[in-house]
């Protein structure tokens, strides 16, 4: 099946800094990635639809000037957390579509 | 705004056990699927189910997608403590394969 890697896979970083995550379709051309964000003990909430060539789709609460994405070419988006706080901690997973959704193996991201 | 409540989110059996988790939404889907999550991983597809009235089985996992394509169920025959784990119900939106997903459901099978 398709191949969607995430990376990195673990990232701790200071309070004030920004992190940027990578999401990559390995064998197939995604013109639509998907970010999801899921808290400990909860479910997947999306955040964002990543559109190639153009600007990304945010649901409603997301702040798209703190979560950046960029998807600049058919086998890559990437979300970039902007001056990150504690709170901003949490579990990233993206995924791509090829016939049906797949899922990277997710981002953790701790802000100390 | 489609979304999906399942339930129970949390589930302690026995080994042996039979247990079923549900999937609701208002909204018709074109298809569901059903996950599995370790922690720290990626969820990983159970299954997908596309018509009305569809049951699919894998080994003990029966899945069935209700005649409106509104809802959905899981059922687990006879738990194993391997069966722990996340499972997820997310529905797909027509086209764009925008995934949304259920609050999910934490089963716990002890031995």
């Known amino acids: 099946g398709a191949v969607v890697s995430q990376h990195p896979s673990w990232v701790i970083c200071k309070s004030g800094t920004s992190v940027k995550i990578e999401c990559r379709s390995l064998d197939f051309q995604a013109t639509t990635m998907f970010w999801y964000r899921q808290f400990p003990k909860q479910s997947l909430m999306l955040m964002a639809t990543s559109n190639e060539g153009s600007k990304a789709t945010y649901e409603q609460g997301v702040e798209k000037d703190k979560f950046l994405i960029n998807h600049a070419s058919l086998t890559l988006s990437t979300l970039t957390v902007t001056s990150a706080h504690p709170e901003d901690s949490s579990f990233y997973i993206c995924?791509?579509?090829?016939?049906?959704?797949?899922f990277g193996q997710g981002t953790r991201l701790t802000v100390v | 705004t489609q979304l999906l409540e399942q339930s129970p989110q949390f589930l302690s059996i026995q080994e042996g056990e039979n247990l079923t988790v549900y999937c609701n939404s208002s909204?018709?889907?074109?298809?569901l699927q059903w996950y599995r999550q370790e922690p720290g991983e990626g969820p990983v597809l159970l299954v997908t189910?596309?018509?009305?009235?569809e049951v699919k089985k894998l080994k003990r996992l029966t899945f069935q997608f209700g005649d409106a394509r509104k809802d959905s169920s899981l059922h687990i025959t006879a738990a194993q403590t391997g069966d722990t784990g996340l499972y997820l119900c997310?529905?797909?939106?027509?086209?764009?394969?925008?995934?949304?997903f259920g609050a999910g459901t934490r089963l716990f099978v002890k031995a």
């Open positions: 909204s018709v889907f074109s298809s």
């Open positions: 997310a529905g797909a939106d027509t086209g764009g394969f925008k995934t949304i």
């Open positions: 995924s791509a579509s090829f016939g049906r959704a797949f």
């Open positions: 189910v596309v018509t009305g009235g």
